[in-house]
């Protein structure tokens, strides 16, 4: 357990971002009176680029990145670095060819876009799936992982840590709305990243550098978790070909067509604030393999060498081996090797992830059920209706979302379990994004019985594949399978559009590019500011990053 110096520094913080998010959400919202319902939801449609960048960010980056990369690290090196690195190519995919719809068309909500591409029946269904992947993803997930971090710290039982810091979360983000989320957003974003680069450091000075930990791996015969380009066959299920058929398919859906994470770009002030926050996020998403993942290989290195004590985390497996309970790597590093006095701001680094993510999801939640739920049987509901729907939506899902938390404890690995769960959710949704945006014969009927089928086959196949894990099914990788249901997803809605031809509205009729370079023809800013120019730098510069750690 930590001391209780670091202990008040932690509650000290939690108290401080409550207090910030109340008096920014409120002032907002009195001085935007006239437009409540906006004001809340999308923050008046008044957030610049470095606000929207840091917002995606820190909704993006929870306390299940700061524990699971750090686990992943210490199991399998820097292979999951690549899904930090992977999402830099989509957020350029979202800045340049999906923004400007998402700002021409005006919409709320995402579900809202696909009633004007394609008809309402396609935006219930997105609207329902949203919510819940919100409060399975973006919540429970963040919830299990903060959980266990509070726990050992603390020594207070995991779920009424969770419950004491996401009432407190929920307080300021039903209370503030979207400008009190995207503020406290950005404050626990650099609370967050200096909590990550102090243990980075403290990690590599333990070890004695780079060579040393480089040279235990050598010993140890593990010099492949280095790599973030495996081969076909490698043990993780990870191969090459997988992440870069499987990881599109998650990326587009989660940066691209996700309330939780696109919704901070809907609030943008203008189309190149909202172009330029998300390739910023780019450039932010290089540090995550530097600052999470490389910790848990040095905790791999300490612990091979004799210089961490696992053997809290040892535990005895079915078939009665002794194996390391991985999940709880992070914390045990927090207690080991950070002197007394920071340890208390590497907990508020990871109540910052939790926080902002729970804070991120909640708001989405309550502009959905809002938006797409209330408003389509109330009609004429005023503002302060549709903002009270938002706040008792928001208060249900975090329910929720606490009673599956026993459920999601069953995953060994945190972070696989999440991608598991997007891999079979996503496809349907990528594909009738995609098509929709570039593809002018894609028709409402075709991308309709596309999410139904699409999803229900996704459901299908989670359920077989973990009822029979050892069946051919069950062996295939969750990012081959989410590649494999992207497929199907794309053939099936083709063929529907064939047989149901498409019928453009005059609003539908414009929201699709005719060719993907009309996307580049706004000039944006001029200098190092343009949208081309950064999207360009941030290609090579990841193109470079793969190949030194390839």
Known sequence: MIGSFDATVSILYVLVILAIGLYTGLRHRSANKKNAAS??????????????????????????????LAQSGFDTGLLNGTFEWMASFTLILLALFFVPFYIKSGVSTLPDFLEKRYNRASRDWLAFISILSAIIIHISFSLLAGGIVLQTLFGVNMYTSVIIIAVITTIYTVVGGLKAVVVTESIQTVVLLSGAVIMSVVAYQKMG??????????????????????????????????????????????????????????????????????????????????????????????????HLDVGSLKTVDAAGKEVVNSKGIYTLMILQ?????????????????????????????????????????????????????????????????????????????????????????????????????????????????????????????????????????????????AFYLFVFCVLLQVALSFIYKVQHTAESGVLYWRSPLESLKSPGWAGVGNYKFLSVLLIVIMVALFWVFR
Request: glycine content about 8%; hydrophobic content about 50%.
């Open 209 to 306: 550098g780079w060579d040393d930990m480089v040279h235990v791996l050598q010993q140890k015969n593990e010099l492949n978790k280095l790599s973030m380009m495996r081969p076909h066959g490698d043990a993780s299920g990870l191969p090459w070909y997988a992440v870069l058929l499987g990881y599109p398919v998650l990326g587009i859906w989660y940066w691209c067509a996700d309330q939780t994470i696109v919704q901070r770009v809907l609030g943008a002030k203008d189309e190149n604030h909202a172009r330029v926050g998300p390739l910023f996020c780019g450039f932010i998403k290089i540090l995550p393999v530097f600052i999470f993942v490389m910790p848990g290989l040095f905790a791999y290195a300490l612990y091979q060498t004799g």
């Open 39 to 68: 004001s809340y939801f999308l923050a008046g449609k008044s957030l610049k680029w470095p606000m929207i960048g840091l917002a995606l960010f820190a909704t993006n980056i929870s306390c299940v990145h700061l524990v699971s």
């Open 337 to 481: 090797l950070i002197p007394k006095g920071l340890a208390g701001i590497l907990v508020a680094a990871l109540l910052s992830g939790l926080m902002s993510q729970i804070s991120g999801a909640l708001n989405s939640i309550s502009t959905l059920a809002s938006y797409d739920i209330y408003k389509r049987y109330k009609p004429d509901a005023s503002d302060d209706k549709l903002v009270r729907a938002g706040k008792i939506a928001a208060g249900i899902s975090f329910i929720v979302s606490l009673l599956l938390l026993p459920l999601l404890n069953n995953y060994e690995s945190i972070f696989n379990g999440l991608n598991d769960i997007i891999a079979h959710i996503a496809p349907p949704i990528t594909c009738v994004f995609l098509l929709g945006v570039f593809w002018k014969k894609a028709s409402a009927i075709s991308a309709q019985l596309t999410l139904y089928i699409g999803s229900a086959a996704g459901v299908l196949v989670f359920i077989y594949s973990k009822a029979l894990p050892h069946s051919l099914l069950g062996q295939v990788p969750f990012m081959m399978m």
